[in-house]
T-cell receptor
Framework: EAGVAQSPRYKIIEKRQSVAFWCNPI?????LYWYQQILGQGPKLLIQFQNNGVVDDSQLPKDRFSAERLKGVDSTLKIQPAKLEDSAVYLC????????????FGPGTRLTVL | GQNIDQPTEMTATEGAIVQINCTYQ??????LFWYQQHAGEAPTFLSY????GLEEKGRFSSFLSRSKGYSYLLLKELQMKDSASYLCAVREYSGGGADGLTFGKGTHLIIQP
């Protein structure tokens, strides 16, 4: 079974530029999550989708971050404009949804903002 | 909200046993997860506890005490490849189906020959 796919793996941009990350979850997984992991810390949830609807975006900095999952499969996370403190690894995870679901993580996108 | 604490770093010897502790505070506990994360890689699932007691899976075991807000991950017969960060994460009851995890900062485990 294929795992969670993410691209790009690495991205370097200058502050105030825009950037987008893509995630393809495990086939059949209804729930998709975006996490931000700053160096030396644990992942922090940004947003959770159930199919194509947002379940939780309480920790998403909505003035600059946006995410969508239009057809309930792939998802895109965007940052516009980027700040230095956005330098982190952006992890996508998916789960079947409901119950004692395990979340499976993709390899992440490492973003460096200069 | 949640507060999750675990040691920053631990060192152990190949072939030995190590216990990584995690304490948490939450208003609506709905499960505790342990993940392993090698440097530069994604977290991989190790174990899940929702009821008190010990869950064993090969060389790895995880224990939970809900009344104490406490869990530990036990690694036996340590191998060099076990050098990694170990993340404790808590899931909380929330309305509307929200079940994102809150992670601790992770414990960096160093295995020495």
């Amino acid at each position: 079974e294929a795992g969670v796919a993410q691209s790009p793996r690495y991205k370097i941009i200058e502050k105030r530029q825009s950037v987008a990350f893509w995630c393809n979850p495990i086939s059949g997984h209804a729930t998709l999550y975006w996490y931000q992991q700053i160096l030396g810390q644990g992942p922090k949830l940004l947003i959770q989708f159930q199919n194509n609807g947002v379940v939780d975006d309480s920790q998403l900095p909505k003035d600059r971050f946006s995410a969508e999952r239009l057809k309930g499969v792939d998802s895109t996370l965007k940052i516009q404009p980027a700040k230095l403190e956005d330098s982190a690894v952006y992890l996508c995870a998916s789960s079947l949804g409901g119950g004692i679901d395990t979340q499976y993580f993709g390899p992440g996108t490492r973003l460096t903002v200069l | 909200g949640q507060n999750i604490d675990q040691p920053t770093e631990m060192t152990a010897t190949e072939g030995a046993i190590v216990q990584i502790n995690c304490t948490y505070q939450t208003s609506g506990f709905n499960g505790l997860f342990w993940y392993q994360q090698h440097a530069g890689e994604a977290p991989t699932f190790l174990s899940y506890n929702v009821l008190d007691g010990l869950e064993e899976k090969g060389r790895f075991s995880s224990f939970l005490s809900r009344s104490k807000g406490y869990s530990y991950l036990l690694l036996k017969e340590l191998q060099m490849k076990d050098s990694a960060s170990y993340l404790c994460a808590v899931r909380e009851y929330s309305g509307g189906g929200a079940d994102g995890l809150t992670f601790g900062k992770g414990t960096h485990l160093i295995i020495q020959p």
